[in-house]
């Protein structure tokens, strides 16, 4: 048990490393990782290198070529679509699902992260925008018992960020942050469905985000 144990802190240990690498700029899309010199680099075996990036494969990340190493996943314009496609469904339904379970610290908290996040926009400090953001839509889907759905959509989100991306839109994200406000209006209204709506068919809809989306992902490819 206790080996067991130990083979799985480390390659959760691994799998940490990997995404530092790849959120560094130390793995960047298109490249491949080569097995031997990381698990030489780290001092450890191959199998909680392996067992790593199964998981890294699983989430979007990389691609294991049988005989041919790992490469690092280019993310492409569909999967940016699949993606907000995803996430959209399942926080939206979340929300119309929990709805009756939002409290009045929930409204605050949604309403202290928002500003915090317009506060670091209007600075320029884009620093802790992605973690403050991530943040934000967990107040309410921390909501919700449903734990699986909620391990659905980490990854994905953390997909769409999964490189260096240092050249933010200051105007989209100010939207964003616009449409927080909305949805917290909605919140207070006690507006259900209007609230559903603003979170799949504004905030997470490809075609509603589509000009700065293509905007996003042309400066940091």
Request: charged residues 30%.
């Amino acid at each position: 048990m206790e080996d067991q144990l130990t083979i799985l802190s480390l390659r959760e240990q691994v799998y940490t490393y990997l995404r530092k690498l790849m959120t560094l700029g130390d793995l960047v899309p298109g490249s491949t990782i080569n097995i031997g010199e990381i698990a030489g680099h780290l001092g450890i075996s191959k199998t909680p290198l392996r067992d790593a990036l199964i998981h890294l494969e699983v989430e979007g990340f990389v691609t294991i070529l049988p005989r041919r190493g790992v490469r690092v996943n280019l993310l492409e314009l569909t999967d940016v679509k699949n993606a907000y496609d995803a996430v959209g469904m399942v926080e939206a339904s979340i929300v119309l699902e929990c709805f009756e379970k939002f409290r009045p610290y929930h409204i605050s908290k949604l309403e202290k992260l928002n500003e915090i996040m317009m506060s670091d926009i209007k600075k320029n400090d884009f620093s802790r925008l992605f973690t403050t953001n991530l943040e934000f839509h967990d107040v309410y889907l921390d909501v919700s018992e449903n734990e699986l759905l909620k391990k659905f959509i980490r990854p994905i989100k953390h997909r769409l960020y999964d490189f260096p991306r240092q050249n933010y839109i200051s105007e989209w994200e100010m939207r964003n942050c616009r449409e927080h406000q909305q949805f917290i209006g909605y919140l207070k209204n006690g507006s259900a469905k209007e609230a559903e709506k603003i979170i799949r068919e504004v905030h997470w809809s490809f075609d509603f985000q589509k000009k700065f989306i293509e905007k996003f992902y042309k400066k940091n490819g």
